[in-house]
């Protein structure tokens, strides 16, 4: 996405939000692990099976929030030095989850350069398939989130793996060679101890079934909110904004992922800086009136992202626009 600065907006105060704060965006990292460990104990000393499905959704939510520290990583947004910004998102959010951070960089970058084209990997991967054409029928978005739960898990498995086993094979020279033996090395040591202090049944419970079930979901949710529904035909609604509730953040956008018109347009600002972004813009009449604005991801209101997805109205709109261009070609 081009660069856009709101003639309200002071290119200092930009400067001023992009100033990282490294112990402030460290703590995150900890927050989200102190949550993950004191569920899993909690789980543990009064196991119930109605508990742990809460705890795994809780921890599911977590490992989701580990995984956009690594898109600020992405980004550079964690501390200063480079080094310490990838070493530290993969050793405490990526690797846990599978992924490395520089590898997830180069793809991620592409995204930003050439957003919603072909040249855009993850538009080119998903655009053209039919469980990503929004609007869809209500059915049809909960059978495809109900499969995410079954599949997603092998999805990421096979999307992590593929990564690591080419990078594997890059000239020693290759960032990403030196980031995927760290990688293994991480994955064999994990199990390694898991085994050796007979932990092995917590990390499969605690760890890996969430991974690999709910994180997926929320994951999927997530990305579908934040690049489809939206008509695309300006800089300022290619993607949306969502203000909603606490738990809703809590689940499927921690860390102000929320934001996301904010973060494509300013993708310097770190995420605990991006709502005061969005209000210092609100002041700008162009952005307060053509921004993709959400109020929930799916409480019953009118601006809710469900209602973005599920539109009728939008659909016989999509069908007409269709239909007409079929015309014309004909």
């Known amino acids: 996405m081009r660069s856009y600065q709101a003639s309200s907006l002071d290119v200092t105060k930009v400067k001023i939000l992009s100033v990282l704060r490294e112990r402030k965006g460290l703590l995150y990292f900890i927050t989200d692990w102190l949550v993950i460990l004191s569920c899993s104990l909690i789980c543990e000393h009064f196991f119930s099976w109605p508990l742990y499905l809460i705890t795994a959704l809780i921890i599911a939510s977590r490992q989701h929030a580990l995984l ?5 990583a992405a980004h550079y947004r964690i501390t200063s030095s480079k080094t310490m910004n990838d070493l530290t998102a993969n050793f405490f959010a ?3 989850c599978f992924i490395g951070t520089h590898s997830y960089r180069l793809h991620h970058l592409q995204h930003h350069q050439h957003l919603n084209t072909e040249l855009d990997p993850d538009w080119a991967r998903k655009i053209h398939q ?3 054409q929004f609007p869809m029928p209500k059915r049809m978005l909960a059978r495809i989130l109900f499969q995410q739960v079954l599949i997603g898990g092998y999805e990421w498995v096979v999307l992590t793996s593929t990564m690591l086993l080419k990078n594997l094979h890059l000239s020693a020279k290759d ?5 995927g033996l760290l990688l293994a090395t991480y994955f064999m040591a994990m199990f390694g101890l898991a085994i050796y202090f007979n932990l092995f049944h917590q990390l499969i419970f605690y760890w890996l079934i969430p991974l690999l079930t709910l994180f997926p979901l ?5 990305s579908i909110s934040e690049h489809f529904a939206v008509d695309r035909d300006r800089i300022l609604n290619r993607t949306r904004n969502i203000s909603t509730t606490w738990i809703e953040r809590f689940f499927f956008s921690p860390h102000s992922v929320n934001w996301h018109l904010v973060h494509h347009l300013y993708p310097s600002v770190p995420h605990y800086n991006l709502e005061e972004l969005h209000q210092q813009l609100m002041t700008d009449q162009q952005y307060a009136k053509n921004q993709h604005l959400n109020h929930s991801y799916f409480l019953p209101v009118r601006g809710s992202v469900l209602k973005d997805l599920i539109s009728t109205k939008q659909r016989e709109k999509n069908y007409s626009n269709n239909s007409t261009e079929n015309s014309r070609s004909a």
Do not use: N, Y
Not at 68 to 72: A, G, I, K, S, T
Not at 175 to 179: D, F, S, V, Y
């Open 68 to 72: 956009v520290l690594v898109h600020d």
């Open 94 to 96: 990526g690797f846990p």
């Open 130 to 132: 039919p469980e990503w």
């Open 175 to 179: 960032p990403r060679k030196k980031e």
């Open 218 to 222: 929320i994951q999927r949710i997530r």
